[in-house]
């Protein structure tokens, strides 16, 4: 009954989630992937809701250490930050040869009656994710015209992560996913003083920071 | 076994489908729903998936006639069209207290490990979704500045619906999608030729057609 059992049930739950959906993964399949006993697992998850609900909270306390850390490593410019944070999702993208799905966007839509419980955990990691990519667009607003709507770019900037990787999952093909990022890149230089040109390099915007990660 | 049986058994699983989701849907709720007999569904759909099918295609044969038709009626501009089609998921959205998820979008997540048969299916709803925005964004090709890509806007535009319902649909809360359709039209408006404001009450810009259906 040690937290290294309840980590291992966790952690394997979370990747057949986020891989087979909650409702294709048993019980029976969390045990086997991770070498669990049945007692073990009762006794820290009474229900398989009670391990969505600890998997969503894992996933919400992990997303900054998981995500954007990781994300971010090499780069200052809170824009390219933004953007950082969308070649982080192609590389998974890539990395899954397509297959890959947000595992909070596809929980938000597969659970069509699900309990206040689970979607208030599900807004959550949602929220948590549109505040840091709000800070990344507060700390650059002295460069967006004046009467931009940050809260509703960070809002938007989720839409278009989440309807890219939808996309790119679908017809398997991450170029959808980098259209939409093309389009959101652009939305946000329009939004910007003085854009000189619709579509700039990252380099000719970012003056001074790191448009590449050292070494990368 | 008539097509009206036929027609029954598969309106019954698009509606469960889309409410409860594939996996959570079994072949008894269809005949429960539906009030057929198994010998009668097994007839026509072997297997669950070959019912998937059918309900994609179903999708895809009536997307013309029970989503643009209806959704573009008293609306000759073509890109009031298109947020015509935007005002007809906010509908959907509201009359089903923020619960609806695009049943095509609820799938595409779903399907963790979709045969090609299944993918390609879903890959065709989104293709017919995409070309006629896009349809509609090249009648009014003259109002965007050269060079605009507007398929990729279409494309750009499916994202923003599926990104919106997601997130409206988790926050059960309309808003979150309304923000979203509302950076769009800030974006279709940065696009055209000399704008004057970013962001333009449609009746400004669509001169000469209807902005509101006669009657509604």
Redesign the interface.
Known sequence: MSADTRGRILGSAMELFA???Y??TSIDDVLRRSDAKPGSLYHFFPGKEDLLIAVLEAHRAGIDALLFQPAWIGFDDPIERVFALMARYRMLIVASDC?Y?CPI??L???M??ARKSV?ER??AN?AAWTDAVHRCYLQAADRF?S?TNLR??A??T???????V??S????DVS?FD??V???R??VQ??MKTPSR?VAAPKKRVGGSKAHPPGA
């Open positions: 891989t087979k959906g409702a294709q297959e799905g966007g596809s938000a839509l597969e069509h009656k979607r599900i807004s949602f015209e009467g509703e770019l809002e938007f989720l839409t278009t992560m989440e309807g890219g939808m996309q999952r679908t017809f398997r959808y259209r939409s093309k389009q959101l652009q939305y329009a939004l619709r």
